[in-house]
Protein backbone atom coordinates (compact mmCIF):
# COMPACT_ATOMS: atom_id res chain seq x y z
CA UNK A 1 0.00 0.00 0.00
CA UNK A 2 0.97 3.17 -0.79
CA UNK A 3 1.18 6.02 1.87
CA UNK A 4 0.46 9.76 0.86
CA UNK A 5 1.99 12.69 1.87
CA UNK A 6 1.23 15.95 3.34
CA UNK A 7 1.22 17.37 0.67
CA UNK A 8 -0.71 15.10 -1.14
CA UNK A 9 -3.40 15.67 0.77
CA UNK A 10 -3.22 18.99 0.33
CA UNK A 11 -3.02 18.79 -3.56
CA UNK A 12 -6.58 16.67 -2.96
CA UNK A 13 -8.04 18.73 -0.79
CA UNK A 14 -7.18 22.02 -3.43
CA UNK A 15 -8.62 20.05 -6.13
CA UNK A 16 -11.83 19.04 -4.32
CA UNK A 17 -12.20 22.72 -3.32
CA UNK A 18 -11.18 23.48 -7.34
CA UNK A 19 -13.86 21.18 -8.09
CA UNK A 20 -16.60 22.29 -5.22
CA UNK A 21 -15.65 25.91 -6.15
CA UNK A 22 -16.56 24.86 -9.89
CA UNK A 23 -20.00 23.02 -9.07
CA UNK A 24 -21.29 26.02 -6.79
CA UNK A 25 -20.03 28.59 -9.97
CA UNK A 26 -22.29 25.98 -12.34
CA UNK A 27 -25.30 26.33 -9.94
CA UNK A 28 -25.07 30.16 -9.55
CA UNK A 29 -24.96 30.27 -13.47
CA UNK A 30 -27.58 28.34 -13.86
CA UNK A 31 -29.64 30.23 -11.36
CA UNK A 32 -28.49 33.63 -13.41
CA UNK A 33 -30.01 31.94 -16.40
CA UNK A 34 -33.46 31.23 -14.80
CA UNK A 35 -33.48 35.00 -13.29
CA UNK A 36 -32.44 36.36 -16.63
CA UNK A 37 -34.76 34.20 -19.36
CA UNK A 38 -38.07 34.63 -16.53
CA UNK A 39 -38.96 31.10 -16.78
CA UNK A 40 -42.41 30.97 -14.53
CA UNK A 41 -42.12 27.71 -12.20
CA UNK A 42 -44.34 24.98 -13.60
CA UNK A 43 -46.34 24.10 -10.60
CA UNK A 44 -48.60 27.62 -10.15
CA UNK A 45 -50.18 27.91 -6.88
CA UNK A 46 -53.93 29.08 -7.00
CA UNK A 47 -52.95 32.19 -4.55
CA UNK A 48 -50.45 33.24 -7.12
CA UNK A 49 -53.80 33.53 -9.96
CA UNK A 50 -55.39 35.59 -7.10
CA UNK A 51 -55.29 38.92 -5.87
CA UNK A 52 -52.43 37.79 -3.51
CA UNK A 53 -50.22 37.82 -6.74
CA UNK A 54 -48.13 41.04 -7.95
CA UNK A 55 -49.46 41.19 -11.43
CA UNK A 56 -53.30 40.93 -12.38
CA UNK A 57 -54.46 41.03 -15.78
CA UNK A 58 -56.99 43.18 -16.97
CA UNK A 59 -59.66 40.28 -16.68
CA UNK A 60 -58.98 39.82 -13.51
CA UNK A 61 -58.91 43.59 -12.34
CA UNK A 62 -62.55 43.86 -14.26
CA UNK A 63 -63.65 40.71 -12.65
CA UNK A 64 -62.96 41.87 -8.96
CA UNK A 65 -64.86 45.35 -10.21
CA UNK A 66 -68.05 43.57 -11.15
CA UNK A 67 -67.73 41.48 -8.35
CA UNK A 68 -67.91 44.46 -5.95
CA UNK A 69 -70.43 46.30 -8.10
CA UNK A 70 -72.53 43.59 -7.16
CA UNK A 71 -71.83 43.48 -3.54
CA UNK A 72 -72.83 46.89 -3.65
CA UNK A 73 -76.21 45.99 -5.41
CA UNK A 74 -77.19 43.18 -2.81
CA UNK A 75 -76.54 46.82 0.21
CA UNK A 76 -78.87 48.67 -1.87
CA UNK A 77 -81.12 45.92 -2.71
CA UNK A 78 -81.24 43.78 0.61
CA UNK A 79 -80.17 46.32 3.19
CA UNK A 80 -80.66 49.83 2.57
CA UNK A 81 -83.78 50.18 -0.33
CA UNK A 82 -86.93 48.78 2.00
CA UNK A 83 -85.60 51.88 4.73
CA UNK A 84 -84.49 54.19 2.53
CA UNK A 85 -86.68 56.56 0.36
CA UNK A 86 -83.73 57.92 -1.39
CA UNK A 87 -82.25 54.39 -2.81
CA UNK A 88 -86.12 53.61 -3.45
CA UNK A 89 -86.23 56.41 -5.54
CA UNK A 90 -82.85 55.05 -7.40
CA UNK A 91 -85.25 52.00 -7.99
CA UNK A 92 -88.25 54.02 -9.18
CA UNK A 93 -90.25 52.39 -6.45
CA UNK A 94 -92.90 55.93 -5.85
CA UNK A 95 -92.61 57.28 -2.24
CA UNK A 96 -95.59 55.38 -0.12
CA UNK A 97 -95.63 51.99 -1.98
CA UNK A 98 -92.61 50.24 -0.76
CA UNK A 99 -94.33 47.10 0.97
CA UNK A 100 -93.67 43.80 2.84
CA UNK A 101 -93.98 42.08 -0.73
CA UNK A 102 -91.31 44.55 -2.60
CA UNK A 103 -89.30 44.05 0.37
CA UNK A 104 -88.96 40.84 0.54
CA UNK A 105 -88.44 40.42 -3.53
CA UNK A 106 -85.42 42.86 -3.52
CA UNK A 107 -83.92 40.93 -0.46
CA UNK A 108 -83.84 37.90 -2.75
CA UNK A 109 -83.12 39.62 -5.84
CA UNK A 110 -80.21 41.16 -3.43
CA UNK A 111 -78.56 38.14 -1.90
CA UNK A 112 -78.76 36.65 -5.89
CA UNK A 113 -76.33 39.25 -6.62
CA UNK A 114 -74.25 38.69 -3.54
CA UNK A 115 -73.77 35.19 -4.70
CA UNK A 116 -72.94 35.98 -8.08
CA UNK A 117 -70.40 37.98 -6.83
CA UNK A 118 -69.19 35.43 -4.18
CA UNK A 119 -68.68 32.84 -7.13
CA UNK A 120 -66.43 35.91 -9.17
CA UNK A 121 -64.51 36.20 -5.97
CA UNK A 122 -64.03 32.52 -5.20
CA UNK A 123 -63.20 31.40 -9.05
CA UNK A 124 -60.78 34.18 -8.70
CA UNK A 125 -59.28 33.64 -5.77
CA UNK A 126 -58.61 30.18 -6.80
CA UNK A 127 -58.17 30.04 -10.35
CA UNK A 128 -60.95 28.77 -11.63
CA UNK A 129 -61.33 30.76 -14.83
CA UNK A 130 -64.91 28.85 -15.81
CA UNK A 131 -66.91 29.80 -12.64
CA UNK A 132 -65.61 33.44 -13.25
CA UNK A 133 -66.94 32.95 -16.71
CA UNK A 134 -69.84 31.73 -15.81
CA UNK A 135 -70.45 34.21 -13.02
CA UNK A 136 -69.59 37.20 -16.04
CA UNK A 137 -72.05 35.85 -18.33
CA UNK A 138 -74.61 35.42 -15.61
CA UNK A 139 -74.23 39.18 -15.01
CA UNK A 140 -74.68 40.27 -18.19
CA UNK A 141 -77.60 38.28 -18.72
CA UNK A 142 -79.01 40.24 -15.46
CA UNK A 143 -78.20 43.66 -17.22
CA UNK A 144 -79.48 42.96 -20.58
CA UNK A 145 -82.27 41.70 -18.57
CA UNK A 146 -82.67 44.69 -16.60
CA UNK A 147 -82.49 46.84 -19.68
CA UNK A 148 -85.11 45.12 -21.85
CA UNK A 149 -87.61 45.17 -18.81
CA UNK A 150 -87.11 49.27 -18.90
CA UNK A 151 -85.25 51.71 -20.91
CA UNK A 152 -85.18 53.86 -17.81
CA UNK A 153 -82.98 51.57 -16.37
CA UNK A 154 -80.54 51.92 -18.80
CA UNK A 155 -77.86 53.83 -16.57
CA UNK A 156 -78.69 50.85 -13.96
CA UNK A 157 -77.94 48.09 -16.77
CA UNK A 158 -74.65 49.87 -18.09
CA UNK A 159 -72.87 49.69 -14.41
CA UNK A 160 -74.09 46.37 -13.83
CA UNK A 161 -72.78 44.83 -17.00
CA UNK A 162 -70.22 46.99 -18.32
CA UNK A 163 -67.27 45.54 -15.96
CA UNK A 164 -68.27 42.41 -16.80
CA UNK A 165 -69.27 42.51 -20.30
CA UNK A 166 -65.38 43.83 -20.56
CA UNK A 167 -63.57 41.37 -18.99
CA UNK A 168 -65.40 38.80 -21.12
CA UNK A 169 -63.90 40.70 -24.17
CA UNK A 170 -60.68 41.50 -22.33
CA UNK A 171 -60.20 37.50 -22.91
CA UNK A 172 -58.89 37.45 -26.23
CA UNK A 173 -56.05 39.29 -25.03
CA UNK A 174 -55.35 37.66 -21.85
CA UNK A 175 -53.32 34.45 -22.90
CA UNK A 176 -53.86 31.76 -19.40
CA UNK A 177 -58.11 32.37 -20.27
CA UNK A 178 -60.36 30.92 -22.57
CA UNK A 179 -61.53 32.58 -25.26
CA UNK A 180 -64.97 33.11 -25.36
CA UNK A 181 -65.78 36.19 -26.95
CA UNK A 182 -68.74 34.54 -29.11
CA UNK A 183 -71.30 35.05 -25.99
CA UNK A 184 -69.44 38.67 -25.61
CA UNK A 185 -70.10 39.19 -29.77
CA UNK A 186 -73.54 38.16 -29.58
CA UNK A 187 -74.14 40.09 -26.30
CA UNK A 188 -72.85 43.49 -27.62
CA UNK A 189 -75.37 42.82 -31.26
CA UNK A 190 -78.15 43.24 -28.58
CA UNK A 191 -76.76 46.15 -26.47
CA UNK A 192 -76.50 48.03 -29.49
CA UNK A 193 -79.93 47.07 -31.35
CA UNK A 194 -81.65 48.37 -28.35
Do not use: W
Request: aromatic share 6%.
Amino acid sequence: MKEHSDDDKEKDEGNHEIECDKSTEKDSEEDDINIDNKTEPKNISPTENSILSEKMSLFQVLSYVAGGIHVMIFILESILLPNSVKIQKIFCIAKGHMNPSIALFSFNQGCYNLLLACLTFYGLYHGETLLVQASLVMQVGAAMALLISSTKFYPGSIIQGGPPLAALLDQRNAARFTVNANMACILLRVLTQI
